[in-house]
C-alpha cells in the first residue's frame, strides 16, 4: 500500500490551508498551521507566498486534493481518466468518487479519527462489506453497501473505544450509521453538496485536460 508517510502538518502548511490530517488536534489550537501559518522549509518564512501563476494555481489544487484524500499521483490520475469517462461533470464527478472508497467512508461515519487511521484500519481488514471481509482501502462502494466491523476486530480494545467514540461528528446525509452497532449504509451516492471542502475542482480539471 503506497502512501505518504512524512509529516502531516507540513502538507496544510505547503497548501495554505487545513487539510484535516490529524483528527482532534486539527480542531485545537495545537494546530501547527494555526500557530505557524507559513510554508515549510527555509524559504517559507522568508519568502511568503510566491506568485501563483495559473498552472501553479491548477497543481495546488490537485495536490491539495489527494492530499486530503491521502491518495498518491497515479490512482489519482487514474481517477480523473475514469471520471472524465462518466457522463455530467468531471471535477464533479471526481471528487464524488472519491468520496466512495471505502477508507472515506470509515472515516465520514465516524470510525477513525483521520482518513489516515481509517486506510490502516481497512487495511488490517477490521471491516466488512455486505458480510464480506474488504482490506482494500481503495475499494468503492456503493448505494445498498451495508460497511461494518468484522465480528473478530470486535473483540479489539482499540477497535472498541473507537466504537464508543463513533457519533462525534456530523456524517453526511448519504451515509446512514447505526451507532449502536457501529455499521454504515449507503443510502444514496455523493454529491457535490455533501463534500464540505472548499475544493475549486474545475483548476483539477483543466491541469489534466492541457
Ligand atoms: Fe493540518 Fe491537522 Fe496538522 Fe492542523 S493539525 S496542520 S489541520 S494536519
Given at each position: ?50 506568485r501563483v501563476k495559473e498552472y ?155
Amino acid at each position: 500500500m503506497a502512501r505518504y508517510t512524512g509529516a502531516a502538518c507540513r502538507l496544510c502548511r505547503r497548501e495554505g490551508t487545513k487539510l484535516f490530517l490529524k483528527g482532534d488536534r486539527c480542531y485545537s489550537d495545537k494546530c501547527s498551521l494555526t500557530r505557524r501559518g507559513s510554508v515549510p522549509g527555509q524559504h517559507g518564512q522568508a519568502g511568503g507566498r510566491r506568485r501563483v501563476k495559473e498552472y501553479g494555481l491548477q497543481l495546488r489544487e490537485k495536490q491539495k486534493a489527494k492530499r486530503y484524500y491521502g491518495i498518491l499521483e497515479k490512482q489519482f490520475k487514474n481517477y480523473f481518466v475514469k471520471a472524465d469517462n462518466k457522463p455530467g461533470q468531471t471535477g464533479e464527478n471526481l471528487l464524488t468518487m472519491i468520496e466512495t472508497r471505502l477508507d472515506n467512508v470509515v472515516y465520514r461515519m465516524g470510525l477513525a479519527n483521520s482518513r489516515r487511521e481509517a486506510r490502516q484500519l481497512v487495511f488490517h481488514g477490521h471491516f466488512t462489506v455486505n458480510g464480506k471481509k474488504v482490506d482494500i482501502p481503495s475499494a468503492l462502494v456503493k448505494v445498498g453497501d451495508v460497511i461494518a466491523i468484522a465480528e473478530n476486530s470486535r473483540k479489539s480494545e482499540k477497535i472498541k473505544s473507537l466504537i464508543e467514540n463513533i457519533g462525534g461528528r456530523p456524517v453526511p446525509a448519504w451515509i446512514s450509521v447505526d451507532n449502536a452497532n457501529a455499521t454504515a449504509t449507503i443510502v444514496a451516492l455523493p454529491t457535490r453538496a455533501d463534500i464540505d471542502f472548499p475544493f475549486e475542482e474545475h483548476l483539477i480539471v483543466e491541469l489534466y485536460s492541457k
